[in-house]
Structures are given as C-alpha cells and as structure tokens.
C-alpha cells in the first residue's frame, strides 16, 4: 500500500507527519509527506544494474544503545538504503535466499529488485550485485499504469531466487500472479491463482498485502494471503489458505486498528504477520505477530503471540515486508524492509534484521 488515506491511511498526496505525539525523537526527520511527484514517471524499460548505497544501524532502540533482545527478537543490524537510481523506493514485500546472501523485492510501482546481502559477522553490512527490472504482464506485456503495477506482496513458491518461482499479490488490481525467477531476474507471469469471490469486495488500496507459503505440517505448501483491511465490521483481519488450490478463509483478530503488510512462513509451519499503525498524533507503529501451526486451519478465527510493538523511537519507518531465513549456525532470522513512499528527503528504506529466540 502507498499510502493510508484517513485517519490511518498513508499517502503520497498530503502531508502525513511530524505530529507523533512524545515519540518526536527521529520522527519530525522522518515525516510522512506527500511525494508522488517524485515517484518514477513510467515504467522501466528492461532490467539493468544498481548502485546502492548502505548506511548501518547500529542500534534498534534509539535511547538504549546497550538494549539488543526485545522479547523473543534480538536484534542483529539493519542498514538504511538509498540509490540514484530512479525506480528504487516504494519496496512492499520481501524475500529472502535460504541462506540469507540474497534478496529479492517488489515495489508498488511496478519494479522488481535482486541483490546480494554481504555481512560483517552475523550483520547486514552492504547489498552488491543489484539489479532493478520492470513488473511484467502476460505476454511480457509493460504494466502502463499504478492500477495494474501497484505490487504488495511476494513470496517465493518454490525454489530459489536462481532458480525458482514467486508469486505476487497486487491491490487496486486484485490478482496473485505465479512469476517465474531465473538467475534472479523475473519473467512474465504465467498464470493468476483463483481468488475467493468475496475477495472482489476489498477496497481498491487495502487488498491484499500478505502473502505466504507454509513451510512445515499437514499443509505444508499451501499459500496464505491476508487483505491489508478487510473486517468489515467482524473485528477480524480476512484471509484465505488455499488448500489443494481452493481458497478458504481464516481471519486474524483486528487488534487497535494496525493493519496487515506482509506475512513470512516459519520453519515449524507457523507464521510471522507484520502490521503497521498510523495516527497524525502518534506517528508510526509496527508490529509482529506469530502465529502457531497449529492455529493455522481453514475457518480459523486467530490472535497470535506478539512478538514486537515499536513505535517511532526505534530505527522504523514503514515497514512493508518481512522474510525469515536460516543463519550459520541454524537459527531463525527475520529480515524486514520498508516503503519510503518514493519520498527520501523525509522517509528512509529501511533492512533491519532480527535472531527470533525461543524455538
């Protein structure tokens, strides 16, 4: 999602910051504030290398350098990223390699981007070897407008990023199309899954924002998707798990008004869902939540474990995307990325990453 339009809605069209309420450390820098004209003008024309340049965060939590474990996350290093390059920004969804050296990244301007991760001990340091390309549409047909190119959600379905296939959820456009990966440039899609009916009734900008793929369990490889905001009045975020390819809903209980942004399958078959908050009087939130295998079935009502709650006195913006990948030594690690809104003077792109604990 672009923005929030309301009172919890961001967007590129008007001024949205500067007003967090006590939290004004870092976030009267980092503003919400209208920037869609410095968004790309078109889409881009074909896949070409990247300069990024990396800026390290040393400490989550801006007033308690010494402060790295928060609940069941410890904190491992994160960076703040920026390029010349035009189409790099608006990033909405992420996935990780399996051993956590490469990453893949979709923008909800119709771009794509591959790069390598380099690490000084168990930190992100740099990305290197990046590549930046266009969303395509069957047929290698360009995606022309924000309608069709508005990309929210990735997940890799099988395979690598060498080698595999993605699949990605767009909004205003509700589809879910199945991309292949090779050497970790994206094809053109080779088909859309099927979407439940009532999937038609979100509203053009809170569609579908998550996406999933189970990774351990009696349904081990099916897809899971949620709306960014689709209660209608049930107090419960919808979804859908596609279990031998027909979708069937589960909800996630709507808890103070956070919306959905992404989802990431963990080892054990559970998942992680990332959510962010905003209010003109208290700034920007984000939130993890985890949910148990076992709490994972068709017509679930569901309430996870919180993980993390942080507000804008920790290295945030705002975070769209989430991935979980395997470290040296076997641990879990979370990856996240956020959407600047195409906006660098007054909002970051954000990769931070965390050690989950406790399994």
Do not use: C
């Not at 300069?51 to 703040?80: M, N, V, W």
């Not at 390598?116 to 969303?135: F, H, K, M, Q, S």
């Not at 979407?195 to 569609?207: F, I, S, T």
């Not at 589960?250 to 956070?258: A, S, W």
């Amino acid at each position: 999602m672009s923005g929030m339009h309301g009172p919890g809605r961001l967007t590129r069209r008007r001024l949205l910051g500067g007003l967090a309420a006590g939290a004004g450390v870092g976030w009267a820098t980092y503003s919400y504030v209208a920037a869609e004209e410095d968004a790309p003008s078109g889409a881009l024309a074909a896949p070409h290398a990247i300069a990024i340049e990396a800026r390290p965060i040393a400490h989550f939590l801006r007033s308690s350098p010494q402060t790295q474990r928060f609940g069941d996350l410890e904190f491992r290093g994160g960076l703040i990223l920026a390029s010349p390059a035009s189409h790099f920004g608006g990033w909405s969804g992420l996935v990780m390699d399996a051993d956590g050296r490469s990453l893949f990244s979709i923008s909800d301007m119709g771009a794509w981007l591959s790069a390598d991760v380099a690490y000084e001990g168990n930190r992100p340091a740099r990305l290197t070897g990046a590549r930046i390309g266009p969303l395509l549409g069957i047929g290698g047909r360009p995606l022309r407008s924000k309608r069709e190119q508005d990309a929210e959600a990735v997940t890799l379905l099988d395979g690598t990023l060498t080698r595999g296939t993605l699949l990605i959820g767009f909004e205003r456009m509700h589809r879910i199309g199945r991309f292949e990966i090779r050497n970790r440039e994206l094809r053109a899609p080779s088909g859309y899954l099927t979407l439940p009916r009532e999937a038609q009734r979100m509203q053009p900008n809170q569609g579908i924002e998550a996406l999933a793929v189970l990774q351990a369990g009696p349904l081990r490889g099916s897809v899971v998707a949620f709306a960014e905001r689709f209660t209608r009045g049930s107090g419960y975020h919808t979804g859908w798990l596609w279990v031998k390819g027909e979708p069937q809903r589960v909800q996630l209980k709507d808890i103070d008004g956070f919306n959905i942004t992404d989802a990431a399958g963990l080892p054990d078959g559970g998942l992680l869902v990332l959510e962010r908050y905003f209010r003109w009087t208290q700034g920007v939130k984000m939130r993890i939540r985890r949910l148990a295998a076992k709490e994972i079935v068709p017509g679930a009502r569901m309430t996870g474990q919180t993980l993390l709650e942080a507000d804008s006195s920790y290295e945030i913006d705002n975070m769209e995307g989430i991935a979980v990948h395997r470290g040296a030594r076997g641990e879990t690690v979370v990856s996240l990325i956020s959407d600047d809104n195409f906006n660098s003077f007054l909002q970051r792109t954000v990769f931070l990453q965390f050690t989950l604990l406790g399994e």
